[in-house]
């Protein structure tokens, strides 16, 4: 199993993951072209793709998910609510391509399992996913207030996650933001901080040498280098050796992470 994270933040958020029988993308919120050129420079083919899954229907998770989908006539996987909630701009989608993918259930596409759990923010009824397959398991934690004993539950031992640190916290109080909005994203139904993003780490993670990509990082409100030595900082407070028992890599809005592979760490993963 491979994946890159095509893009991540406010501007745009798309995941890429192939296994040797399927390819899916998960939320696409950039442009068509966009889409299009992030996948060919990782070497992947748009054409080849098997399905979209979306999160929540925020535009910068949704954004070219029609156009993609009406263009590769591929099914597009979406709870109710989100199907529901969906921006006018994202046009319609033939009713053969729509699938119903509920919170709380369990997809399987190819050989891929992919679990749903519910996420606290400000939309609809957003989702995380955790994605098994042949080589390893995926955690997906982004846009969410908080972490809750759920999705704790569901992504621990997780052999890769993409979670979110979305602010430094000083940085967003001090910042040009109107406070409704510092509110909004500080409340339990906005996104993690880096120190919340690091707590929960600390929960999820087991020192088995797992990849966290911190994602979703605000442009405003955030440091690449603040996000990684805040969670650095406190994931070894909390005795785990970055680099060694815990691995944190970058996320990009502007362009794509490389192609990785992903590697099952650990035994606790289900068995598929």
Avoid at 25 to 46: N, T
Avoid at 179 to 203: F, M, P, Q, T, Y
Avoid at 238 to 246: E, N, P, S, T, Y
Wanted: net charge negative.
């Amino acid at each position: 199993m491979r994946y890159s994270i095509l893009a991540s933040g406010s501007t745009g958020n798309a995941i890429y993951l192939e296994t040797d029988r399927i390819r899916i993308l998960i939320d696409a919120g950039l442009s068509g072209k966009q889409l299009d050129q992030r996948m060919k420079s990782v070497g992947a083919d748009p054409s080849s793709l098997n399905a979209i899954l979306v999160t929540h229907e925020h535009i910068d998770h949704v954004k070219g998910a029609g156009v993609f989908a009406r263009r590769h006539r591929l099914p597009i996987y979406m709870n109710e609510s989100t199907w529901e909630h969906l921006p006018s701009s994202v046009g319609a989608i033939p009713l053969e391509q729509q699938r119903v993918f509920s919170t709380y259930s369990t997809l399987e596409i190819g050989d891929l399992t992919v679990e749903s759990f519910p996420l606290s923010h400000d939309a609809a009824d957003p989702m995380g996913f955790c994605i098994h397959g042949p080589t390893g398991s995926l955690a997906l934690v982004t846009d969410t207030g908080y972490v809750s004993r759920r999705i704790v539950e569901k992504v621990a031992g997780a052999d890769a996650l993409i979670f979110e640190s979305n602010h430094d916290v000083e940085m967003l109080r001090m910042g040009s933001y109107p406070w409704n909005v510092k509110r909004r994203i500080l409340s339990d139904h906005g996104h993690l901080s880096n120190e919340d993003a690091a707590d929960a780490l600390l929960e999820v993670t087991g020192g088995n040498g797992e990849d966290v990509h911190l994602a979703h990082l605000s442009q405003d409100n955030n440091l690449t280098e603040l996000a990684h030595l805040t969670v650095k900082g406190i994931l070894e407070e909390g005795g785990l050796k970055v680099g060694k028992d815990i691995r944190l890599w970058e996320t990009h809005p502007d362009r794509p992470t490389p192609l990785r592979q992903l590697d099952r760490k650990t035994s606790r993963n289900p068995a598929l």
